[in-house]
């Protein structure tokens, strides 16, 4: 049973930053892509990152410029940097890595971002 385990969430103010980890067995993270959800109080999951296998990047609007997804195939781990947090990117976090056999998931991790 393959587990994805977030961390790195946590309580900061408007224009702080926090660093979230995923953490994955071994080969996983590097041979797969890795995805950043987000679900807000009340609201739907939305996807925010990606990473492929080759490295390729992509992110949704309303975090680009802000976040940044990296992987670290050495320490089967993949990365989200938030940088100028606001209220608004309040949510809990979860990885996800899409394969054709499951699609795996986190427990994700709770951000509340104060103003």
């Known amino acids: 049973q393959v587990q994805l385990v977030e961390s790195g969430g946590g309580l900061v103010q408007a224009g702080g930053s926090l660093r979230l980890s995923c953490a994955a067995p071994e080969r996983f993270i590097s041979s797969n892509a890795v995805n950043w959800y987000r679900q807000p109080p009340g609201k739907q999951r939305q996807l925010i990152a990606t990473i492929t296998s080759g490295g390729s990047t992509n992110y949704a609007d309303s975090v680009k410029g802000r976040f940044t997804i990296s992987r670290d195939n050495a320490k089967n781990t993949a990365y989200l940097e938030m940088n100028s947090l606001k209220p608004e990117d309040t949510a809990v976090y979860y990885c996800?890595?899409?394969?054709?056999?499951?699609?795996?998931w986190g427990r994700g991790t709770q951000v509340t971002v104060s103003s």
């Open positions: 996800n890595v899409p394969t054709i056999w499951h699609d795996y």
